[in-house]
């Protein structure tokens, strides 16, 4: 049987239906109970709630009929969508000439009748149809179609909610998980921030004392000023994630060309780099561009660059970025002390990573590379950690072009 033509807006009906998420889902009674009353209303063996995907009719829920889906090209309700008729109605499929040598009438099925009614959501995209069959000739009356398309509407409705019943749900998944990155984020400045300032204030509280000998209150202070260093760190990064969670309406995206961008991060890195004898390297491809957003990608780079000359000294720090298929690549690499595959693999974890002092003993929270991870998969990228002991480490980043 040759299949009727399709709507020119196939594909646009396609990314409705699946937009929906219905597909394939696990069967409710709220969908069987149409079923079963169009197949009583009708007085028909078999009704089905029929979704026409691209290749195939699925059946949200069905009375009467085994197969739970059936190839599109053999399908009544491929023809009803092609109609655009708010009822399709097939008397006698036996004499029907486009459906007389359909595998659903010569086969063990042998439908006989069909009639469908199309369901048309709000967008007015046809999802499929309600549609009764029997194994013989056949004609529905007036109160019956009248019926058929009330209950066509209700499936809609159906629809509709459970769409919204799982975005609701999304929306409150999300939720909980942003309370939970809050709840870490908050617990990792109860512990990163008041520690070292407590010490400050014990410091200056013993040396006011005299308890102190100035050698040894001098000791102390050098001490205590490597741990606000990386207490200062801790506070940007809260500062950049905090402006970015206040805007409400996610990340802004723009043309952001590369190289520039690491140009212009080197710059601030240089008194750092210089104090530990450490080369910065810009290998970024010269015409390579990323939309996003760049104040991500900042928060991104500075905690990356940041990271590789905080354990690495009288070394080098590259970054290199260029096309690589439909991905924009990205890396950091720097010859420092590296790592074991141990911390390597709890570097994205809160709950198990330790933060590790520099070459300088410069301190850090982790916190850095906690929401640079969380600032990457944002985008729908990838981060990944390579690093040897003594040997250095690279971080290579992947974004959608």
């Known amino acids: ?9 196939d594909l646009h009906r396609l990314r409705e239906l699946h937009r929906y998420g219905v597909l394939d889902s696990v069967y409710e009674d709220e969908f069987d109970g149409v079923v079963q009353l169009a197949s009583r209303i009708c007085h028909m063996p078999i009704a089905l709630i029929s979704l026409t995907d691209a290749n195939r009719q699925w059946f949200k829920a069905r009375v009467g009929f085994a197969a739970p889906e059936i190839p599109r090209e053999v399908s009544f309700c491929t ?15 036996v004499r029907d000439d486009r ?44 109160e019956q179609i009248f019926a058929l398309k009330i209950l066509s509407q209700q499936v809609i ?27 870490r984020i908050l617990s990792i400045i109860a512990h990163d921030v008041r520690n070292p300032i407590h010490a400050v204030k014990s410091i200056i509280e013993l040396s006011n004392k005299k308890m102190l000998t100035q050698e040894h209150a001098q000791d102390l202070m050098q001490m205590a000023g490597k741990q606000i260093d990386g207490t200062l760190e801790l506070l940007n990064n809260l500062i950049d994630w905090g402006s970015m969670q206040m805007k409400g309406r996610g990340f802004e995206t723009e043309k952001v060309h590369l190289r520039t961008l690491v140009s212009n ?7 750092v780099a210089s104090l530990k004898a450490n080369i910065m390297v810009n290998l970024v491809d010269e015409d390579l561009f990323l939309k996003s957003d760049i104040n991500a990608l900042r928060f991104i780079l500075r ?17 290199y970025a260029h096309m690589q298929d439909d991905a924009v690549m990205i890396s950091i690499s720097d010859t420092g002390v ?27 929270s982790g916190l850095g590379l906690i929401l640079t991870k969380d600032f990457v998969e944002a985008f729908k990228g990838s981060i990944k950690v390579e690093s040897e002991p003594g040997k250095g480490t690279s971080v290579y980043l992947s974004f959608p072009a």
């Not at 049987?1 to 807006?9: F, R």
């Open 265 to 271: 991060m080197f710059k601030s890195f240089e008194v």
């Open 338 to 364: 590296g790592m074991s595959a141990t911390v390597r693999d709890q570097l994205f974890d809160s709950e198990k990573y330790q933060s590790m002092t520099g070459t300088n003993k410069e301190k850090g």
């Open 79 to 93: 023809h009803a969508i092609a109609s655009g008729a708010d009822l399709f109605e097939v008397r006698d499929a």
């Open 157 to 183: 409705k159906l629809m509709d909610q459970r769409l919204l019943n799982n975005q609701l749900e999304q929306q409150k998944l999300k939720a909980h998980q942003q309370m939970e990155q809050q709840n």
């Open 99 to 142: 459906f007389a040598n359909n595998p659903l009438v010569t086969g063990t099925e042998q439908i006989g009748f069909y009639a469908g009614v199309p369901l048309i959501n709000k967008n007015g995209f046809t999802m499929g149809t309600l549609c009764v069959m029997d194994r013989q000739p056949n004609q529905l009356n007036d």
């Open 1 to 9: 049987m040759k299949t009727s033509g399709l709507p020119e807006d």
């Open 303 to 319: 905690n990356l660059i940041n990271n590789a000359n905080k354990f690495t000294k009288e070394g080098v720090i590259t970054v």
